[in-house]
């Protein structure tokens, strides 16, 4: 893998609420490689896509907002840039792939319209007829059948999975060095989605872009990732290599989600579930989010906000917060 080309350090995100200021994203540290795929994982409410978008910096406005932190994009610090500057990266230096390939194609322009217009932000001036030539390359790039035909299309004749390589196409339109892919295979049935996750990873072969992606599907994190950071209620509690994670487990969030993939090879009367629900947004959380439930919660976890460790597999970059771990009972 290549060296860093987006670090996030530190980054704390927060809504402000008519209760108070409440932290979706809190002390938040990663960063992905040239040629790297880094999954982020967790339940709805997790923080995986307040990063996101926090990173794209299009958060909910007026109430969101990066209160510190820093998100470096080959060590230029994307935050405190001007609504100009940050402009500038979004699609030429980071492009995204939404999770819902419906909503993010507007329906009254063609597919070939929508490609053109990220074209025209990363080549302002150049002929509209050069850059429809440019626009079939993109869709075949992308696998899309009979390229030069589905540029006069709209969304709404094409499948699903056809709008989801189109939604692809643009975000790899101005040759981003970093793809965020918050979870774009959602939407699309397991024979798309092998397709799709194959089409990614010929992408990143092919230009050496850095990829997060953003899941809650433990199967496609074991064949597309590299690294793993798990999130629960705006925090990372755990992360490393895809490999370490899996084979130790060292949150007990982590173990729960594990535990949830259902087995093949077993035969049970009654799948896992995690028992209780995510946590509430508040400004007033005190000690382990999860402590409430978790099998292995004592006392300090519901008091005191479990440091960063390093994880039970024993290697370097593996790292988990939690009081009892290696001490469960």
């Known amino acids: 893998m290549g060296a860093s080309v987006l670090q996030v350090k530190n980054l704390r995100t927060v809504l402000d609420l008519s209760s108070g200021s409440v932290p979706v994203v809190d002390d938040v540290s990663f960063d992905v490689g040239a040629g790297e795929t880094l999954g982020i994982v967790g339940e709805s409410g997790s923080g995986k896509s307040m990063t996101a978008l926090s990173i794209m910096q299009v958060l909910p406005q007026p109430i969101g907002r990066i209160e510190s932190g820093e998100i470096l994009l080959e060590q230029t610090n994307l935050v405190g840039m001007s609504d100009e500057e940050i402009a500038k990266v979004r699609g030429r230096e980071i492009g995204m792939i939404l999770q819902d390939p419906h909503t993010s194609l ?3 322009f063609t597919v070939g319209n929508q490609v053109i217009e990220a074209l025209q932000i990363n080549n302002p001036g150049t002929p509209r007829r050069s850059l429809m030539t440019r626009v079939v390359d ?32 643009i975000a790899i339109a101005g040759a981003p060095k970093v793809i965020i892919a918050d979870e774009p295979t959602t939407a699309l049935d397991v024979t798309i989605q092998l397709q799709y996750l194959q089409l990614l990873r010929e992408i990143q072969d092919e230009t050496g872009t850095a990829i997060l992606f953003i899941t809650h599907d433990l199967g496609i994190v074991a064949n597309l990732c590299h690294k793993l950071v798990v999130m629960y209620g705006g925090k990372i509690v755990e992360s490393g290599t895809v490999s370490d994670v899996f084979r130790a487990p060292s ?22 579930a995690i028992e209780g629900q995510p946590p509430a947004l508040s400004a007033d959380r005190k000690g382990c989010s999860f402590a409430p439930r978790c099998p292995y919660a004592q006392e300090i976890c519901k008091r005191d906000v479990p440091q960063q460790e390093a994880g039970l597999s024993g290697a370097d970059n593996h790292f988990a917060s939690c009081w009892n771990m290696g001490r469960k009972t």
């Open 251 to 272: 949150h007990p969030y982590t173990e729960a989600l594990l535990n949830s993939v259902p087995s093949v090879d077993q035969k049970v009367d009654r799948l896992y």
């Open 138 to 169: 993109l869709l075949k790039k992308v696998n899309v059948a009979d390229a030069a035909r589905r540029v006069h299309a709209y969304p709404h004749q094409m499948s699903g999975g056809m709008k989801q390589r189109v939604v692809g196409a």
């Open 106 to 108: 507007n329906p009254v």
